[in-house]
């Protein structure tokens, strides 16, 4: 028991290993690329361009999924907190987690998990409407800002992502790889701004994912107004 714990520890040791050596690889290689194109006589400015949009993406995205990442996360909402009190406008959010994802990783494998997680990123991906705004919270976790939105409508929004990740089925790393890979589901918590502090909107969905989980997961739960 004891080593296959220390075997478990080790392997997702690893694995953040690959993922800092990956993100340090695609960072200098932009650096190079825009060193070499500074040394020239006269640098491109189509090239210049190009290489701060990857460097933007780079910031702004994470690196496995694909969607906005944490710290454009935080600058998304306090943007979006500030239009809504400025308008009048309601605006909502959705946290969502992956229900026992350290479970899954320890059965099936960190690429596994990986997979799985592209997986729900891309049915997320699908169901936001233009202007919403989908990020990874960190591991397993995302968030969705929804502008102009009430509590009723991101639940439901919430809820017709719920059972698609649910209905869906995960891709296999492997051919081996015992049942259960195929299926995950996540739960989610809803909440909408009641004061001009933004973290209120994450507190509350946060408290109302916790809820989720509570009664069982697989299951959308929500803070209304006034609650």
Same mark, same amino acid.
Request: with cysteine; charged share 35%; net charge positive.
């Given at each position: 028991?004891?080593?296959?714990?220390?075997? &478990?520890?080790?392997? &997702?040791?690893?694995?953040?290993?690959?993922?800092?050596?990956?993100?340090?690889?695609?960072?200098?290689?932009?650096?190079?690329?825009?060193?070499?194109? $500074?040394?020239?006589?006269? #640098?491109?400015?189509?090239?210049?361009?190009?290489?701060?949009?990857?460097?933007?993406? /780079?910031?702004?995205?994470?690196?496995?999924?694909?969607?906005?990442?944490r710290r454009s996360l935080d600058e998304a909402l306090t943007h979006e907190v500030m239009q809504a009190l400025?308008?009048? $406008? #309601?605006?909502?959010?959705? $946290?969502?987690?992956?229900?026992?994802?350290?479970? /899954? !990783?320890?059965?099936?494998?960190?690429?596994?998990?990986?997979?799985?997680?592209?997986?729900?990123?891309?049915?997320?991906?699908?169901?936001?409407?233009?202007?919403?705004?989908?990020?990874? /919270?960190?591991?397993?976790?995302?968030?969705?800002?929804?502008? !102009?939105?009430?509590?009723?409508?991101?639940? =439901?929004?919430?809820?017709?992502?719920?059972? =698609?990740?649910?209905?869906?089925?995960?891709?296999?790393c492997r051919n081996d790889l015992p049942p259960g890979y195929e299926k995950v589901t996540i739960s989610l918590g809803v909440a909408s701004l009641q004061k001009e502090d933004g973290?209120?909107? $994450?507190?509350?969905?946060?408290?109302?994912? /916790? =809820?989720?989980?509570?009664?069982?997961? !697989?299951?959308?739960?929500?803070?209304? #107004?006034?609650?």
């Open positions: 028991m004891i080593k296959k714990e220390a075997e &478990k520890k080790r392997k &997702k040791g690893e694995t953040k290993i690959k993922e800092k050596k990956k993100r340090y690889a695609v960072l200098k290689h932009i650096v190079e690329e825009f060193s070499g194109e $500074m040394g020239k006589e006269r #640098p491109r400015r189509t090239t210049i361009s190009k290489i701060f949009e990857e460097l933007y993406h /780079y910031a702004t995205r994470d690196q496995l999924t694909g969607v906005f990442n400025r308008a009048g $406008m #309601p605006l909502s959010a959705i $946290m969502i987690d992956i229900d026992h994802f350290k479970e /899954y !990783n320890d059965r099936f494998g960190h690429h596994q998990g990986d997979i799985a997680i592209k997986s729900v990123t891309s049915i997320i991906q699908k169901r936001i409407r233009e202007g919403d705004f989908a990020a990874r /919270y960190g591991g397993e976790e995302f968030v969705i800002v929804l502008p !102009n939105s009430t509590v009723k409508q991101a639940k =439901e929004i919430a809820e017709r992502i719920r059972k =698609e990740v649910m209905n869906a089925a995960i891709k296999p973290r209120n909107i $994450m507190y509350d969905a946060d408290k109302a994912l /916790y =809820e989720a989980k509570r009664q069982g997961r !697989n299951r959308v739960c929500a803070v209304y #107004p006034g609650e």
